[in-house]
């Protein structure tokens, strides 16, 4: 995990962290006490709280626990126009609230400084709104900086008049980076990596697997329909996690019509969490790409849960959107899109398991 000490001075000053990473974050992969001793590094460390390198992005990382200084939730949302730059800094604003923080520190990522003497940095009145609220909220706001991306080599200033200013250090000097890369996180390079993950795979692929699927839905329909069956999804993950998953057609077919049943999609469910968790998830994305619509909901709100579960609320939302898009109204894509606009911890997505999927998943067989 992560912590900044960074006074509202802007003075850098080290601290050390080592609690859970609510909401944003993707905290499973870094397990010991991280320091972050300066502004620059703090914008290094970036993209592994959020899991990819933000470009045009406004990013607020709150600050809490008994020091006041342990990070904690990390919100990132595109920079709004002009003309929406106050809207969009009191729903940013909002977000953070839900962590209840202490203090806060607000990033700008994008856009080109002006040269000494020149107009400034970009985006001001937008960080202008964004300290405003904060501190009508009591907020304490440590840090408001700029910076033109997070990639070494970058330069970064402060927004306030005491002149801090540098540039991004190299990723491998940066601590949180570090731990995240040991801990098994990939950081992608922008958010488009991340939604290439779920996005549909070949249209003529989707094509033939959604007549097969209408065919074998009107068999079922036909005849007398079958038992929900979690055998061939337990065999998938199984697949997944020792690294032979393939999926034919008719392999797609039988797992898409298997997860919309309700008991075996609670059963599903469980497989998020465990010694298989890895697999599922592989699965479940690999299943978001090559599952026609609507039925692809099924599995990309199962890789939600399994994102949610490492903290990795990036990769959450990329899922649900694509449940989303496949499936508009999907009553699970929709209780999983409140959760994570609450800032739910994994511990709670743990404790959902237990206590909804539970009682249902024994009924398959």
Not at 116 to 131: D, F, N, Q
Not at 158 to 179: F, K
Request: one cysteine or more.
């Amino acid at each position: 995990m992560t912590s900044s000490d960074l006074p509202q001075s802007c003075s850098p000053a080290p601290a050390t962290h080592n609690g859970a990473l609510p909401g944003v974050p993707p905290s499973g992969a870094i397990h010991a006490p991280v320091r972050v001793r300066d502004q620059g590094e703090l914008i290094a460390g970036l993209p592994a709280l959020i899991g990819f390198h933000p470009h045009g992005s406004l990013v607020l990382v709150s600050m809490g626990g008994e020091s006041g200084k342990r990070v904690g939730l990390t919100l990132r949302v595109d920079l709004p126009p002009p003309e929406h730059e106050a809207e969009l800094a009191a729903v940013a604003v909002r977000g953070l609230l839900l962590d209840d923080p202490a203090g806060a520190v607000v990033v700008v990522v994008g856009g080109a400084a002006s040269p000494p003497g020149g107009a400034g940095l970009p985006h001001r009145r937008l960080a202008e709104h964004v300290g405003g609220a904060l501190a009508e909220h009591g907020v304490e706001v440590h840090a408001v900086l700029w910076a033109e991306s997070t990639a070494a080599g970058s330069p970064w200033r402060c927004y306030d008049s005491c002149g801090c200013a540098g540039v991004v250090p190299d990723a491998g000097s940066s601590a949180v980076l570090a731990a995240a890369v040991a801990g098994g996180q990939v950081v992608r390079g922008d958010r488009a990596a991340l939604e290439r993950l779920v996005a549909p795979a070949d249209d003529e692929r989707i094509r033939r697997r959604e007549e097969l699927l209408v065919l074998a839905v009107e068999r079922e329909l036909a005849g007398e329909p079958d038992l929900p069956d979690l055998a061939p999804v337990l065999t998938a993950i199984a697949d997944a996690q020792a690294g032979r998953l393939e999926l034919d057609d008719e392999r797609v077919v039988r797992l898409a019509i298997a997860l919309t049943a309700p008991a075996v999609r609670d059963a599903a469910l469980l497989r998020c969490a465990g010694p298989d968790a890895a697999g599922a998830e592989h699965l479940w994305a690999a299943l978001a790409r090559e599952t026609p619509d609507p039925e692809a909901a099924e599995p990309a709100a199962l890789l939600a849960v399994s994102a949610l579960l490492r903290g990795d609320g990036a990769l959450a939302n990329v899922a649900l959107d694509r449940a989303e898009g496949a499936w508009p109204g999907h009553n699970l894509t929709g209780l999983l899109r409140l959760a994570t606009q609450a800032g739910v911890r994994p511990a709670e997505v743990r404790a959902w398991l237990g206590a909804c999927a539970g009682p249902r998943a024994g009924s398959t067989r």
